[in-house]
Structures are given as C-alpha cells and as structure tokens.
C-alpha cells in the first residue's frame, strides 16, 4: 500500500521551466513503476510519462518527450517531472499514479495538482 501527495502546481509563465514533486508513503517507489498524468478541462485523462521500477527505462508522451523528463530520489522517496519551455496548452491537473510490480494497471493515484501556464 502506498500513498501519493503531488505538489508544485500553480500559475506559471509560458517558456518557464518548471518541476512537479510526488511524495510518496507506505511503501518506496523502487518498488512501483510510476507515471504522470494530466486531465485538462473537458478533456481525458492522457499519459504523460512514466518511469520503469527498476529505474532503467523511461517513456514519454509524443507531445511532451522534447521538454519533460521523469526522475526519482530514492532516498526521498520522490518522483519528480520536470517540465521545460512549457506551453498553455500544458495547463492540466496533473496526477501522480503507481503501478505495483505485480499488476498490470495503476492502482494508486495522488490528489493531483493544478499546473496554469499563462501566455
């Protein structure tokens, strides 16, 4: 069992760098491949990124693999996305999910965390 807390959210300016932390309790995200997701008004929720839990494989989204990159620290128990030349089109709640090594769906999902991005 493990639980997630998103933060970082908030207003930021188009062409901004900005990065979303996922703290996570109950368990270590070593042991969870982790994703980000993003659910924009009206719209589905997409995948964004997710980040192998072994470390050693990560994958992005087409329309966001040249500006985001998927991390953890381990001995924070963190998983991290930055964001690079952000875009409006960026702006989205954004939810941090697990996925345990022995299922095949994410079944552990955060609170999300608004990510407004002005022109």
């Known amino acids: 069992q493990v639980q997630l807390v998103e933060s970082g959210g908030g207003l930021v300016q188009a062409g901004a760098s900005h990065r979303l932390s996922c703290a996570a309790s109950?368990?270590?995200?070593?042991?969870?491949?982790m994703g980000w997701f993003r659910q924009a008004p009206g719209k589905d929720r997409e995948f964004v990124a997710d980040l192998l839990w072994s470390g050693s494989s990560t994958r992005y989204a087409d329309s966001v693999k040249a500006r985001c990159t998927i991390s953890r620290d381990a001995a924070k128990n963190t998983v991290y996305l930055q964001v690079n030349s952000l875009k409006p089109e960026d702006t989205a709640v954004y939810y941090c999910?697990?996925?345990?090594?022995?299922?095949?769906?994410?079944?552990?999902w955060g609170q999300g965390t608004q990510v407004t991005v002005s022109s």
């Open positions: 999910a697990a996925k345990s090594r022995w299922a095949g769906t994410y079944d552990y």
């Open positions: 109950g368990d270590t995200v070593s042991s969870y491949t």
